[in-house]
C-alpha cells in the first residue's frame, strides 16, 4: 500500500507517529504511567508533562490500566501529542528507544493514511484482518516523504475490533542511520525500516490518532536511549544474553556482522531463531539464506537431493541431442523454443560437450559438500555468449561471476559481498573454448581465476557470502550490440570438475619440476601441454619431457627417429632416450640426414645428449617438414653448407 508524503489524513483506526516539531517540551529521558503520583486525577486529562490533546479528542484518565493503577482514555478521530525539548546533558546517543502499552482500535486496511505533512521517521498502523483477528502495519519509508505500509505478520487477537489484551509497542530509532526497528511485546517484528523522511532528526514528538467511535487505551510510556527490553550494551537491539549464547562479544557493534557467511546478518538470525555460528541451522545441505531465497526454513530439514564433492562430468556418456532436465541431477530453465543439447562436434574435452541457446536459457546442478571444505576448485571449458553489459542482477546465493565481452574478454566481478563490486576485465582475447580454472575460499570469501592455464586474477571478493561450496550455474544470455549477428550465438560448458585439492597441488608435481619445465607453479597434473596424449603426471612419473612430443603412438601416426650425435652406433637399438617410449624405425641414426632419410617428411627428430655440439648441414632441411627437438644437455648447431 502507498504512502505518499501531501497534505491529509483519512481518519479511522489508530495510527502511531514519531518525528519533529516540538511545543510545550520536556526533557528526555521520559518515564510516565499517567497515575496519580505523576499528576493525574481519574477524570478527564489536562494538558501537561509534554502531553497535548487536541480538541477533537476526548482524552480521560480512568482506572483500566496495565501497569498501577490508571491509564488514559481516548476516544475521537483527533491526536494526543508528546513533544520533547532535547536530551539531558552527556547524552551522545543517535538511537532512541520509545516503548509504552496500548489497546488500540484495529480498522480495515483502507483506512490506513496514505498522505502526510509534517516530517516523520517512524509509522504504525493496525488492521483488521477478520473480526476477531488483527494485524500491525508498519510504514517503509523512502526517506523523501513517502514509503510503503508493510505487514507485519504479527497478528493480535480482538475483542470487538479493538486488542483483547495490552499489546508493548517499542520502537528503536536509530537516526544516525535513518533506520528503525518495530517490536510488539519483546519480539522483534520488522527491522531496518526506512524513515519516512529523513529530515526526522533528533528526535522531537510523538502522535497517536484514536478512533472515531471506540476508545483507545494507552499506559506507561518510556522515551530515551537505553533499551527498555533487555541488557543491550552494543545499543545495536541485540540482547547481550542471545550475543553470549552464541559466544559473540555484547561489547561490540555487530548487528549486521554474519560470523558464518551464510548471508543472514546476525540481526535476522535473532528474529528467525536461527545460529549466527551455523550456516546451516537444519544441517540438511542448505544454507540459510538459500533455503530462505528458495522460500523453505531453514529451522527443518528438508529432504533434499544435492550432488556430492568430488564431482566430474564431461557429457561423455549422454546420447547426442536435447539435454532432459534432471538428468544426473542437473536442473535446466528455458523456454519452449529455446534448447539445451548435447553435441558431438568441436568439443574441447572427448567427443560431447553441452550447447546452450535461447534467451535466459540456463543450467544448473546443486551440490553439498559434506566436509564443508575452506577451498574449493573447479575446473571446466566454457563457450561464452558475447554480452556489452554486466548481468543486471546477481542472486543473493552466487559468490563468484563472470561474462564475456563482445571482443571476447572475460569480465569478472572482484565483489563487496552484497551484489556490489568493481568489475575487471582481463588482458587477452580469448578463443572460443577457454578452459577456467577458479579456487573459490570459502573462509576468506575470495576467488581467483586461471585461464588456460596462465593466472589471470586472484584474490576477488565474493558477490555475496557463501559459507561453503553449493552449486554450479551458467545461464546464455541474449546477444548484444558489438556480436556477429550473422549466425545463432550459443554457449557450452564441457568436463566440468570439482575437488577439494588443488588443481596446481605441489605433493603430485613438485614446485621445482612444474618451474624448470613451465617456469611457473600454475601446472595440471591432468594437462598436456605438448598435445602427445600423455598427462603431465605421466610425464613427472615416467621421467618424460612435458614440452616435447615423444609418444608416437598418440601423435597422429609421426614417427619419432633418435639420432645419437656422438657415434651413431647401434647401442640403443630397441630402446628409447625417453623411458617407456619404444624407437620407431632401425635404430638410432647417425646423423639428422639419415633420420630424414629414413623417416620421411613429416617427423620428429630427437637429438640424443652426446659429444655437442650437434652440427648438422641445413640441406638437411630440404623439402621436409621437422620438429627438431634436443634431449639432456645436447647443443644444435645449424652451419652453411
Known sequence: ????????????????????????????????????????????????????????????????????????????????????????????????????????????????????????????????????????????????????????????????????GWLRISYRI????????????????????????????????????????????LDYFYAGAENPLYADTSGTGLPDSWLLAHGLNPSTAQRHGDPDHDGVDNLTEFMLGLSPNS?????????????????TNPKVANPYILGGVPFFDSFEDDAVGLFENGA???????????????????APAGSHALILSGTGTAV?????????????????????????????????????????????KIVVLDGVGNGGGEWRQLG???????????????????????????PYADNLGFAHPVPYFSGFGMQHGTLQSGASANAPVTSGLDALRVQTTSIWDSTILPDSWRLRHFGTLYVDPAGDYDTDGINNLVEYQQGRIPTIVDNPAAAGGVAVWYVDSASGSDAYSGNSFVPNVPVVGDGPK???????????????????????????????????????????????KIVSP
Open 428 to 454: 587477452a582475447v580469448l578463443p572460443t573454448w577457454n578452459r577456467l580454472v577458479l579456487r573459490m575460499n570459502y573462509s576468506s570469501q575470495r576467488w581467483g581465476i586461471w585461464v588456460n592455464g596462465v
Open 174 to 217: 536509530d537516526y544516525g542511520n535513518k533506520r528503525w526497528d518495530l517490536f510488539v511485546d519483546g519480539n522483534l517484528i520488522l527491522a531496518d525500516l526506512g524513515f519516512a523522511d529523513n529530515e526526522a532528526s533528533p528526535f522531537a514528538q510523538f502522535r497517536l490518532r484514536g478512533d472515531a467511535e471506540k476508545a483507545t487505551f
Open 1 to 164: 500500500m502507498a504512502f505518499m508524503s501531501l497534505s491529509r489524513w483519512v481518519a479511522s483506526g489508530v495510527v502511531l507517529l514519531l518525528g519533529a516539531t516540538a511545543c510545550a517540551a520536556v526533557v528526555l529521558p521520559l518515564n510516565n504511567d499517567f497515575e496519580a503520583s505523576d499528576g493525574y486525577d481519574l477524570g478527564p486529562a489536562a494538558p501537561g508533562n509534554g502531553w497535548a490533546f487536541s480538541a477533537s479528542l476526548s482524552a480521560m484518565v480512568v482506572d483500566h490500566a496495565f501497569s498501577g493503577d490508571q491509564a488514559l482514555s481516548l476516544t475521537g478521530s483527533g491526536w494526543l501529542t508528546f513533544t520533547a525539548e532535547g536530551w539531558a546533558p552527556g547524552f551522545g546517543s543517535s538511537v532512541t528507544w520509545i516503548d509504552f502499552y496500548l489497546k488500540p482500535v484495529f480498522a480495515d486496511s483502507t483506512a490506513l493514511p496514505s498522505e502526510v505533512n509534517s516530517a516523520l521517521a517512524a509509522v504504525t498502523g493496525f488492521v483488521k484482518k477478520t473480526g476477531s483477528i488483527g494485524e500491525v502495519y508498519a510504514v517503509d519509508g523512502d526517506g523523501v516523504g513517502g514509503g510503503d505500509w508493510t505487514a507485519s505478520g504479527y497478528t493480535i487477537s480482538l475483542l470487538d475490533e479493538r486488542a483483547a
Open 328 to 346: 544426473r541431477l542437473w536442473q535446466v530453465q528455458k523456454n519452449l523454443a529455446d534448447t539445451v543439447t548435447v553435441s558431438s562436434s568441436g
Open 590 to 636: 647417425a646423423s639428422l640426414g639419415a633420420a630424414l632419410l629414413s623417416a620421411g617428411s613429416n617427423a620428429r627428430i630427437i637429438i640424443s645428449a652426446g659429444a655437442g655440439p650437434y652440427v648438422q648441414n641445413p640441406s638437411d632441411f630440404a623439402g621436409t617438414n621437422v620438429v627438431l627437438r634436443p634431449y639432456g644437455a645436447v647443443h644444435i
Open 364 to 408: 544448473q546442478r546443486n551440490f553439498v559438500d559434506a566436509s564443508h571444505s575452506a577451498e574449493i576448485w573447479l575446473d571446466f571449458y566454457v563457450k561464452t555468449a558475447p554480452s556489452s553489459n554486466p548481468p543486471q542482477a546477481i542472486p543473493q546465493d552466487v559468490a563468484a561471476v563472470f561474462y564475456t565481452t563482445a571482443n571476447g
Open 279 to 295: 550456516p546451516d541451522s537444519d544441517n540438511d545441505g542448505v544454507f540459510d539464506r538459500r533455503e530462505l531465497l528458495w522460500g
